[in-house]
C-alpha cells in the first residue's frame, strides 16, 4: 500500500512558477511510475505528466510541454512538478497517482492516488 501526498499547491499570478510535491509512503516507491493529472471544475480529470521507475521515461500532455518539468527523488521518496510560466487555464486541483500498469495518460490506469492540491492561475 502506498500513501500520497502532495504539497505546494496556491494561488499565483500568470507567468509565476509553482513546485507541487507528492510525498510517498512505503518503500517502493522506487518501483512505481508516477504520474500527475488534474481537473479543473466542471471538467474531467486530464492527464498533465507521467515518468517511469527509471525516471529517464517522461510524457508530458502538450498543454504543458516546455512549461512544466516532472521529477523524482526515490532516496526522498518524492515526486515534483515543476510548473513554469503559468496559466490561468492551468487552474484546477492537481492530483499526482503512483503504479500505473499501462498507459500513463490514462487515470484509471494508476493505482495510488493522492487527495490534491489546488493550483489557481489569476490573469
Known amino acids: 500500500q502506498v500513501q500520497l501526498v502532495e504539497t505546494g499547491g496556491g494561488l499565483v499570478q500568470a507567468g509565476d512558477s509553482l513546485r507541487l510535491s507528492c510525498a510517498a509512503s512505503g518503500r517502493t516507491f522506487s518501483t512505481y511510475s508516477m504520474g500527475w493529472f488534474r481537473q479543473a471544475p466542471g471538467k474531467e480529470r486530464e492527464f498533465v505528466a507521467a515518468?517511469?521507475?527509471?525516471?529517464?521515461?517522461?510524457d508530458y500532455a502538450d498543454s504543458v510541454k516546455g512549461r512544466f518539468t516532472i521529477s523524482r527523488d526515490d532516496d526522498k521518496n518524492t515526486g515534483y512538478l515543476q510548473m513554469n510560466s503559468l496559466k490561468p487555464e492551468d487552474t484546477a486541483v492537481y492530483f499526482c497517482?503512483?503504479?500505473?500498469?499501462?498507459?500513463?495518460?490514462?487515470?484509471?490506469?494508476?493505482?495510488?492516488w493522492g487527495q490534491g492540491t489546488q493550483v489557481t492561475v489569476s490573469s
Open positions: 497517482a503512483a503504479d500505473s500498469r499501462n498507459s500513463w495518460r490514462i487515470s484509471s490506469n494508476f493505482r495510488y
Open positions: 515518468i517511469g521507475r527509471s525516471g529517464y521515461t517522461i
